[in-house]
C-alpha cells in the first residue's frame, strides 16, 4: 500500500504511507499479532521475533574485546584499581557526558577506587578536553585521565597531556579522523579502523562507558580480585545508562534498545538516590517512561551546563547524600526553567533569521549575543520548522563563533562539518550524523554555508523528497483507547531509529479547539461518524496550517488525524489521546 486513504499531499503538505506489511512466500498476509507486526515493519527478521519481543543485554550485548583498544584501556583502569591511584574522569557537560562520567565513578567506588570528576565550563573552556586542564589534573596528582564523550578529535590536548607524562584513556562515540590522536587507549565504535566494533557505531558515550565496565570487571575477575569482595553489580547502573542514551538521541537499536528497556526497570525501583530527587523535582508520580528521559529528565540534567553549573548533572547522579540531591536537583529544576526562557528568545531571533537564511540545504544562521548553552536546542527546533538540517552560531564580540548544528535523517553533518574543518573553513568541528559542533570565525560563515551548500545540497534533496508520514493504523477515534496504548507499548522502547507507532484516525469533526501555553499548542475535542469523542494535542503548531485547520475548521468538514496514541492519565481515570503530527481533508 503506497499511501494511506489516497493521501498524497497533506495539510502541512506531506504523503502518509503505510509502514508494510509482513507477507509470506506467496505474498500473502501474515496474521500476526500487533506486536510481532510493529517489530516485523521496524526491520527484525521473523526468525529474530522473540530475542526482539524482550531486549535483554544478555540477548544483545558483543564482547567488549571487539573494540580496538578496549583490553589495553580495560587493563590500565585494572591497574589503577588494584594499586589505588588517582584517577580523573573528564566529561562533557552535556547529558551523555555527565552519564557516562557519573557511570565510571560510581563503578570504580563500587571497586574501592574513589575517582575524581572534572567538566568543563561550557562558556569559559569550550567543548572537549583541553590541554592545560589535562596538564593540571597531572600536576594535581592524577596518575590516569578517562575522557567520556569526548576526546576523538583532542589531538593538540593530548599531545601536550602526552608531554606531561599524562596517561589518558579516551572513550567516545564522535566520528573520528583517519588519524587518530595520541593516547593510551581510544575506545570508540566510529574509529575508522573498527571491524566488528562498526557495527555498534550508534552506541552512545555512555553505552561504550558501560561497556568498558564490564572489560573492566571482567579483567578484575581473572586477577582475583573478588575473591574477598563481591563484584559489583553492573546491571544496576543501567538507568544511567538508559538516561544518557535517550537524551543524546542515539538509535534505540539492538543493544541500545536493550540498555533502555532493562534501564527504565532500575530506574522505577530508584536506587539512585540523585535519579529519585530528579523525578520527584520533575513532578513525576509514575514509573518514567522513555518520553520522560528525552523531555523531562534529560533538560534538567543539560540545564546545568548549559546555563548553570556544568558539573551539576555528574554530582547529582553520584551523591550519596538525599539532602545534597535534593537541593541539585531542586537547583537544576530552576535553571531549566531559566534555559527555556532563554532559549524561547534565540528561538524567536533565530526563526526570523532564518526567513533569508534558511533556503539553503543547510540554515547556517548565526547573531551576537545569543546564550551558547541553549543553541543546540533551538538549531533542533529550526531543523523542524524548516525541515531540513540547521547550524545555529553565538558569535561573540571578537567575531569568533560556538555553534551546534542538527540533521535530518540521512544526510551526515558530522562527517560534512569535518571536510570543512579539514579544508580550513573551521577552528574545530565533528560530531556524528544527526548532530555537530563547530567554532568558526565571523568572516568564515559565507564561505562555510557554500560548503556545506555544495556538498549537501542534492542529499538534503533527495532526504526531504522521501518525507513521508508512515503509518501503523488507521482506527475509527473510538479505537484510541488507553488498551490499544498499552499494547503498542510492548513494541517498545520507541525513539531515534525505533519510531513510535502513527495511527490514523478519522474521519472526524472538530468539535471545540484552542491554543494551550506558552508554545503554542492547540488542543481540541474531535468526534467521529458514531459520535465518539477524543481529545487531541497538536505540539507548536497553532501558528502552522496544521494548527490553524484544527482551530477553524467549519463542523461540516472532517478531517483524518495521524499522530500517536498516548494515555492522558490526569483525570480521575486513564484516557487515551492522540498526539497529532499532520491532518488531511475527509472531502
Not at 593510551?184 to 555498534?200: C, Y
Not at 538516590?273 to 513525576?284: C, K
Amino acid at each position: 500500500m503506497s499511501s494511506v486513504l489516497n493521501i498524497h499531499r497533506s495539510i502541512l503538505g506531506q504523503p502518509w504511507r503505510w509502514r508494510g506489511l509482513a507477507s509470506d512466500s506467496r505474498g500473502g498476509l501474515v496474521p500476526d499479532d500487533l506486536v510481532t507486526q510493529l517489530l516485523l515493519t521496524r526491520g527484525v527478521e521473523r526468525e529474530d521475533i522473540e530475542r526482539h519481543r524482550n531486549p535483554s543485554i544478555r540477548g544483545f550485548m558483543p564482547d567488549p574485546s571487539i573494540f580496538n583498544d578496549m583490553d589495553r584501556a580495560a587493563d590500565r583502569l585494572a591497574d589503577a584499581v588494584m594499586a589505588r591511584e588517582q584517577v580523573a574522569i573528564f566529561g562533557d557537560y552535556d547529558v551523555d557526558g555527565a552519564t557516562s562520567a557519573a557511570l565510571l565513578i560510581l563503578l570504580l567506588r563500587d571497586l574501592g577506587l574513589e575517582a575524581r570528576p572534572y567538566i568543563p565550563d561550557r562558556l569559559m573552556e569550550g567543548y572537549g578536553p583541553s590541554g592545560e586542564a589535562l596538564v593540571r589534573l597531572k600536576q594535581e596528582g592524577a596518575s590516569l585521565i578517562v575522557t567520556v564523550d569526548c576526546g576523538a578529535q583532542a589531538f593538540e590536548a593530548l599531545e601536550m597531556a602526552r608531554a606531561a607524562q599524562a596517561e589518558v584513556i579516551v572513550v567516545d562515540h564522535h566520528k573520528c579522523s583517519p588519524e587518530l590522536p595520541v593516547a593510551h587507549s581510544l575506545v570508540n565504535p566510529n574509529r575508522l579502523d573498527e571491524t566488528e566494533g562498526a557495527a555498534h557505531g550508534h552506541l552512545a558515550a555512555v553505552g561504550m562507558a558501560w561497556l568498558l565496565g564490564a572489560a573492566l570487571v571482567r579483567t578484575l575477575r581473572g586477577r582475583g580480585y573478588f575473591k574477598d569482595r563481591s563484584e559489583p553489580k553492573l546491571l544496576d547502573l543501567l538507568d544511567i545508562v538508559a538516561l544518557g542514551t535517550v537524551a543524546d538521541v542515539a538509535s534505540l537499536k539492538g543493544l541500545n534498545r536493550a540498555f533502555v528497556a532493562q534501564g527504565l526497570k532500575v530506574m522505577g525501583r530508584r536506587r539512585n538516590i540523585g535519579l529519585n530527587a530528579l523525578i520527584q523535582a520533575s513532578r513525576l508520580t509514575r514509573a518514567p517512561t522513555c518520553t520522560d528521559l528525552g523531555f523531562a529528565l534529560g533538560p534538567r540534567i543539560n540545564a546545568g551546563g548549559r546555563v548553570g553549573r556544568s558539573d551539576l548533572g555528574v554530582r547529582l547522579l553520584t551523591t550519596r547524600d538525599p539532602e545534597e540531591a535534593r537541593i541539585i536537583a531542586e537547583e537544576l529544576n530552576l535553571l531549566n526553567e531559566e534555559r527555556r526562557a532563554i532559549e524561547s528568545e534565540v528561538q524567536r531571533e533565530a526563526e526570523e533569521l532564518s526567513l533569508t537564511k534558511g533556503n539553503r540545504a543547510v540554515a547556517v544562521i548565526a547573531a551576537r549575543g545569543w546564550h551558547a548553552g541553549v543553541i543546540g536546542i533551538v538549531a533542533g527546533r529550526i531543523k523542524e520548522k524548516l525541515n531540513r538540517p540547521a547550524i545555529i552560531i553565538a558569535l561573540d564580540e571578537n567575531g569568533i563563533g560556538k555553534g551546534s548544528g542538527r540533521s535530518i535523517p540521512g544526510v551526515d553533518l558530522g562527517a560534512a562539518v569535518m571536510a570543512a574543518r579539514d579544508a580550513g573553513l573551521l577552528h574545530a568541528g565533528g560530531g556524528h550524523a544527526m548532530a555537530c559542533g563547530v567554532t568558526i570565525a565571523e568572516d568564515n560563515l559565507e564561505a562555510f554555508a557554500d560548503f556545506l551548500e555544495e556538498r549537501l545540497s542534492e542529499r538534503v534533496t533527495q532526504a526531504m523528497g522521501e518525507r513521508a508520514l508512515l503509518v501503523d493504523a488507521v482506527l475509527a477515534p473510538g479505537g484510541v483507547c488507553p488498551e490499544l496504548v498499552n499494547a503498542m507499548d510492548e513494541g517498545g522502547p520507541y525513539g531515534m531509529g525505533w519510531p513510535g507507532p502513527r495511527v490514523v484516525a478519522g474521519p472526524v469533526s472538530v468539535i471545540k479547539a484552542d491554543i494551550v501555553g506558552s508554545g503554542g499548542h492547540v488542543r481540541a475535542i474531535v468526534a467521529g461518524e458514531d459520535g465518539r469523542s477524543l481529545k487531541v494535542v497538536a505540539f507548536r503548531q497553532a501558528d502552522t496550517e496544521l494548527g490553524q485547520a484544527l482551530l477553524s475548521a467549519p463542523r461540516h468538514r472532517k478531517l483524518w488525524l495521524v499522530g500517536r496514541a498516548k494515555i492522558d492519565d490526569w483525570g480521575a481515570r486513564p484516557a487515551a489521546e492522540l498526539h497529532i503530527d499532520d491532518a488531511a481533508w475527509a472531502d
